[in-house]
């Protein structure tokens, strides 16, 4: 019953990696996220896309690119990781108005 | 600067009380409503959505929403330890629009 699939549930990199986080979903949606979520921020949103090929800056995309080049996957890159890109990751896909789910998220460590 | 405002809590309730949790919304835009529950240390679990004013109910929850007030509420019936956790509102708009979030409230019941 796996609808949202992160790469990884931990991940521990160095300051001046180019990281990459994949996502996966199994539910044809059209709306794929990327949020952040740190203690007393939030969700926060970095990237949506609403299609293959399109992609929409959210809240805080400093730091970040995104792909979709299949319908199914949305990958997040940190060019160059720094520490205060230690995080946790979500991903999350849609079908408005009435599904919207995430997966387990990453908690990327970055030393 | 479409915003989902929630009052961060904690709120306390005893075990078999009803838990009240609020949520008001600046977009009108917005269309559709989750609620999310997410445990310590896990990623946001849907447990409702609603787009059409009134009430929705699912089992012990059930969903409110007032779109001329801009306000959507969950309530939680015969309330159970298990119930607390971090409950997260999010507003979605039509495809290719983001889901936004509050900043969540916790509840804790005690038993």
């Known amino acids: 019953d796996v609808k949202v699939t992160q790469s990884s549930r931990y991940l521990v990199k160095r300051t001046g990696e180019k990281v990459f986080l994949e996502c996966v979903q199994d539910?044809?949606?059209?709306?794929m996220f990327w949020y952040r979520q740190d203690p007393g921020l939030g969700l926060r949103l970095i990237y949506f896309?609403?299609?293959?090929?399109?992609?929409e800056k959210g809240d805080i995309p400093e730091g970040y690119s995104v792909s979709r080049e299949k319908k199914e996957r949305f990958s997040l890159i940190l060019e160059s990781a720094s520490t205060n890109q230690t995080s946790m990751y979500l991903c999350?896909?849609?079908?408005?108005?009435?599904?919207?789910?995430f997966g387990q998220g990453t908690r990327l460590t970055v030393v | 600067q479409k915003e989902v405002e929630q009052n961060s809590g904690p709120l306390s309730v005893p075990e078999g009380a009803i838990a009240s949790l609020n949520c008001t919304y600046s977009?009108?835009?917005?269309?559709?409503f989750f609620w999310y529950r997410q445990y310590s240390g896990k990623s946001p679990e849907l447990i409702m959505f609603?787009?059409?004013?009134g009430d929705k109910e699912d089992g012990r929850f059930t969903a409110q929403l007032n779109k001329a007030s801009q306000y959507v509420s969950l309530l939680i019936r015969d309330s159970q330890p298990s119930d607390s956790a971090t409950y997260l509102c999010?507003?979605?708009?039509?495809?290719?629009?983001?889901?936004?979030f509050g900043k969540g409230t916790t509840l804790s019941v005690s038993s």
């Open positions: 999350a896909s849609s079908f408005p108005p009435v599904e919207a789910f």
């Open positions: 609603i787009y059409s004013n």
């Open positions: 896309s609403y299609d293959v090929k399109m992609k």
């Open positions: 539910m044809d949606h059209e709306n």
């Open positions: 977009d009108r835009g917005s269309q559709s």
């Open positions: 999010a507003g979605g708009g039509p495809a290719g629009t983001a889901l936004i």
